[in-house]
């Protein structure tokens, strides 16, 4: 007797699909009511919350190792689960125990989509990017990235980009002993990590592109130490920018309030 066979394509949902679905279902979820979230928390015991708290904090720090958003989405699909009516309550508990335990923070850096980073506290992160720590040269690759940019008024082509790091003597064109390959770092690790933006300047041909601060430096990065450390490269007051020292003390007052 022969057996139909079903193909691999119809086994499996593709790449794409997947991700549809996953949009699909994040969009069926409407957080609960304070009414629902106490029912549902009365069906479980402390211990059973404090398990599934647990089980997402170790989720997200899992996730949070490549440096990319984590969506609401997959965080109920392969964690929550059947406790999706007490989300606002696990998910305050997970705030809780990040900023208590490991002296993190999750912010929600696109609202539309509901996808969140870890963060470190302004002074803890900016200390290591100035400290420039031979241990995380990458981490001083990007610091200097995001002072051009910042110095520059926000956005700068990536001409302009390159230039700079041969002066440095890394060349985005050949690869390098610590970055590897550099443009590929600088345009795909560092935008998929949030820390970077890279986008085609409209109506230019050829094509040109430009660098702009990415969500995940906009919450970690303060502008206020980063310009006191380019005033020390050049031995002048950070007011010497006024443009500069007006935009970081503003950005630095509003990640204030926000905190």
């Known amino acids: 007797m022969s057996q139909r066979r079903v193909s691999h394509s119809q086994s499996r949902p593709s790449a794409s699909r997947q991700v549809i679905e996953d949009d699909e279902e994040d969009l069926s979820f409407t957080l609960p009511s304070s009414s629902q979230?106490?029912?549902?928390?009365?069906?479980?015991?402390?211990?059973?919350?404090?398990?599934?708290?647990?089980?997402?904090?170790?989720?997200?720090?899992?996730?949070?190792q490549k440096k990319v958003p984590i969506k609401r989405a997959d965080i109920i699909k392969n964690v929550i689960k059947e406790n999706r009516n007490i989300y606002p309550e696990i998910m305050k508990k997970v705030n809780m125990t990040f900023e208590k335990v490991?002296?993190?923070?999750?912010?929600?850096?696109?609202v539309k989509n509901h996808a969140f980073?870890?963060?470190?506290?302004?002074?803890?992160?900016?200390?290591?990017?100035?400290?420039?720590?031979?241990?995380?040269?990458?981490?001083?690759?990007?610091?200097?990235?995001?002072?051009?940019?910042?110095?520059?008024?926000?956005?700068?082509?990536?001409?302009?980009?390159?230039?700079?790091?041969?002066?440095?003597?890394?060349?985005?064109?050949?690869?390098?002993e610590e970055f590897g390959d550099v443009k590929k770092l600088l345009t795909d690790e560092f935008v998929r990590q949030k820390y970077?933006?890279?986008?085609?300047?409209?109506?230019?041909?050829?094509?040109?592109h430009e660098f702009r601060w990415g969500l995940r430096a906009e919450s970690?990065?303060?502008?206020?130490?980063?310009?006191e450390f380019v005033a020390q490269l050049h031995e002048k007051e950070p007011q010497n920018w006024p443009k500069q020292y007006k935009e970081a003390t503003t950005s630095d007052a509003r990640s204030s309030q926000a905190s």
Do not use: C
């Open 196 to 208: 970077l933006e890279y986008a085609r300047i409209p109506h230019t041909d050829p094509p040109e």
């Open 102 to 110: 490991f002296g993190l923070k999750l912010v929600e850096i696109d």
């Open 37 to 64: 979230v106490q029912r549902g928390m009365d069906r479980l015991t402390s211990a059973e919350v404090d398990r599934k708290v647990a089980e997402v904090v170790q989720f997200i720090l899992i996730k949070d």
């Open 220 to 227: 970690e990065v303060s502008k206020t130490r980063l310009l």
């Open 117 to 176: 980073i870890l963060v470190n506290n302004l002074e803890q992160v900016t200390d290591r990017l100035a400290s420039m720590n031979p241990a995380h040269p990458k981490t001083g690759l990007l610091f200097v990235i995001l002072s051009v940019i910042f110095m520059k008024g926000g956005a700068v082509k990536e001409a302009v980009v390159w230039n700079t790091l041969k002066k440095l003597r890394v060349d985005p064109g050949e690869r390098h």
